[in-house]
């Protein structure tokens, strides 16, 4: 990395609140009113790096994990209650990641939908940081869709130009903006952007405020520190870094200002959620310990099992590296201006959270991602090279932490998949897209599969779906198997032809990876060409070896549900209790050519309805929708049922529910019983 260190500089020409002049070998923190047109163009290739790098990071997690679809980068549970208006949206583990909490705020940032409260694990908590989800709603005009996508691209953007900043930051001092090459990918960086998190959209806030402070550029400082403290509350610790800095100049007025300004709009959203949920004012979060008692735990993680994990090994000596450098900056009062005392502030933050912070890398380097930034931007103020390596291995450490982390979630997208194999999938995903539904060929009907499943589930299960094609002709046979993703019109199914002989049986352990290279759900349509086929299905847990369950015979369209009629999914069950882990699932396939909206009714063993659900199918689109006793808020159901309808006229559809009992027992499938109950009461 190249050093282009100019001399100390005089502070004389600084404006008010830049630093002074140099003490105790600081490099004064008076700013230039020029760039050199080649550090300019450093900060421009640096802001390029960032963009790049990412925007092929998430691009191909997005491709590859997602089917395209970047709402799955917010990592939503799939056992994680959310809006209906996320009923689509890609899932990505168990329990997902906190960037689902902020997308949910977005689609509902007043929290006037009592669905929002409810998505949030922690509503107190999480609706105090506000400030992005505000921001996505506004620009989306208060619809929610678009919203989700606006939150994502805030977080993103601000994340990008927190790197900006610092390197622009960096240049205006007269220091190299290549130094801010390691902030690119640093851990905490990372994180906010793999999972669409605001913390790196509060780091550039936090950020601003301190730059404007610096060029002496006041009401605007104090406006952008607000913001700050509302995307996330640790944000106040730079605040307070500015006030002491005034203070220490004395000047009263400033420190009365920086204090308390932001501070208004912050505790006057607080007094808004206390009447709308109801709960204390209590901000929430980490709770503190002693400095470093989360040491021996963390420790023994580290090296479990003979092993290294390097990322947590990386992070850990990050933590090692930015303790000796808060000594070494503490030790100089003398040269504390506010971007000293906001790196002191939050390397104080990190000596006494708790081990449930610490437990992954994933976690504390968001709560202290200011640390590396900060660190950078204080090493190029000094003047000896021991004093500056001793900041900048902070920002190196958390730079391979950041690229462990990345290629973690990279390899993670891949599932097991080649990278060709993975790519090929997305090829077919967006260049050979499937048109239209699923017609007869020369009068021989379309066949149905469904569910079906390549992705993991709660407790570490992971589905599969088996599927057994047999050629019931006395000639070869060509066979259409298209994939019609979750969530997605039926025009982005993907597409593979099997070939089979006379007689000739073709099986699949896990048929979505084999033939299409997909990771996801969604049910399949099969479509025999020269000749009738049998086809027999099942998805399972084979997390625990393969499943013993019998397989289950595709279903035609003779099985639709039409507009006026109603069908009932008999012997549901559903059991909140966490050991228990019984759920119901009901799974709908649209087969018209034009999105339709269904009903869902739940009702117990008594005939007692708990509640119902509505929502739209795409067209020719599947859609599961998990856990439906949960989201009629009900207790305890044995032998409950559920019946389902089609609202829109000329709407048809395919209906099946899936019972769950625990992560060991074999699932259960239940379809609708033939007979058809025309605006039947609740069944009994």
Known sequence: MPSLRTPPRSGAGAPAGGGGDVESGVVSTAIPGAIPPSSRRAVYAVTLVAVLFWALVLLFVAYVRYGGDIRGL?????????????EAVPRAGPAGYDGQQYAALATDPLLLKFDTTRA????????????????????????????IIAYQLLCWGLGLAAVFLLARWLAADGRSPWWAIPLVCSAGLAAAMIRSTPDAAALCLMLAALWLHA?????????????AVLARETSYLAVLAIAIDELRRRRVMRVAAFTLVPLMPFLAWKLYLRSVLGVSIAIGGPSFTTPFGWAPEKLAE??????????????????????????????????????????????????????????????????????????TLVAERQSSPSRRWSLRVIAVFYLLAGLTMTRWEMREALNGRSLLAALRAGTAATGKAVQGGGP??????????????????????RWQTWLELTNLATTENRVFVDLLPAGRAGSSALRATVTLG???????????????????????????LGGPVSVNGRTAN?????????????????????TGEQATLRGLSHDPSFGAAVRTNV???????????????????????????EGELPSRGFLQVDDIFAKAKAGTVSDGSAVVEAITPGGAFLAYASVIRGPTAPVVYVFPEQEREAASPAPK
Do not use: H
């Open 542 to 562: 084979v997390a625990g070896g393969d499943a013993q369950a019998p397989l289950l015979p595709a279903i035609g369209e003779d099985r639709a549900i039409r």
């Open 74 to 86: 917010l990592c939503i549970g799939e056992n994680v209650y959310l809006p209906a208006v996320f």
């Open 302 to 375: 580290v090296f479990a099992n003979s092993g290294i994990a390097w990322q947590e090994l990386f992070g850990l000596l990050a933590i090692a590296a930015t303790t000796l450098a808060f000594i070494m900056v503490a030790s100089r009062p003398s040269a504390w201006a506010a971007p000293e005392l906001a790196f002191l502030a939050f390397c104080a933050l990190g000596l006494v959270l708790t081990y449930d912070a610490y437990v992954e890398t994933w976690g504390y380097a968001r709560i202290l991602i200011a640390v590396p930034f900060l660190a």
């Open 587 to 613: 799974g709908l396939l649209n087969l018209t050519a034009r999105r339709i909206r269904v009903r869902i009714q739940a009702y117990d063993a008594q005939g007692r309805r708990l509640g119902q659900l």
């Open 502 to 528: 006379p007689g000739q049986t073709r099986a699949w352990r896990n048929t979505l990876n084999q033939l299409f290279g997909f990771s996801g759900s969604g049910a399949l349509r099969l479509s025999p």
């Open 120 to 147: 949030l694990d922690s509503p107190p908590y999480r609706a105090t940081r506000i400030l992005v989800p505000l921001l996505a709603w506004g620009l989306a005009l208060g619809k929610p869709a678009p919203a």
């Open 440 to 461: 007869t060929v020369d009068g021989l009907p379309t066949l149905y599969v469904l569910p079906v499943a390549n992705s993991r589930g709660r407790a570490g299960a």
């Open 215 to 227: 060029r002496g550029r006041y009401p605007l400082a104090v406006a952008v520190a607000a913001a």
